[in-house]
């Protein structure tokens, strides 16, 4: 299981880093992403990193701004989020799988899902 906090409401050029606490599994056999979902929108892929956090992937509008780590010795994984825009507004998930590699994340074919944190950014 996969349980997402630390989303909440920011001005434009502020940060937040979000938190995602992985249960019932040996955290460290995972690849964990992040995605996020705007209103209206599909669902995007974020961030994603590998099991060891040596690698990670990021999609193109949010390099030099987020970054996605771990920590496995908590089962928890980070992403931390600078210079935010109102384009950032979404419900942002963490999802976590054992048999993909990490630069499979953007497909988006995790096996677990936490449940979503609201990040609102306004003008």
């Known amino acids: 299981q996969l349980q997402a906090s630390g989303g909440g409401l920011v001005q434009a050029g502020g940060s937040l880093r979000l938190s995602c606490v992985a249960s019932?599994?040996?955290?460290?056999?995972?690849?964990m992403g992040w995605f996020r979902q705007a209103p209206g929108k599909e669902r995007e892929f974020v961030a994603g990193?590998?099991?060891?956090?040596?690698?990670?992937d990021r999609t193109d509008s949010v390099k030099g701004r987020f970054t996605i780590s771990r920590d496995n010795a908590k089962n928890t994984g980070y992403l931390q989020m600078n210079s935010l825009t109102p384009e950032d507004t979404a419900v942002y998930y963490c999802?976590?799988?054992?048999?993909?590699?990490?630069?499979?994340?953007?497909?988006?074919?995790?096996?677990?899902w936490g449940q979503g944190t609201q990040v609102t950014v306004s003008s």
């Open positions: 999802a976590a799988d054992r048999s993909i590699n990490y630069w499979e994340a953007r497909k988006g074919n995790f096996g677990s």
């Open positions: 990193i590998s099991r060891s956090g040596e690698s990670t």
């Open positions: 019932g599994g040996t955290f460290s056999r995972y690849v």
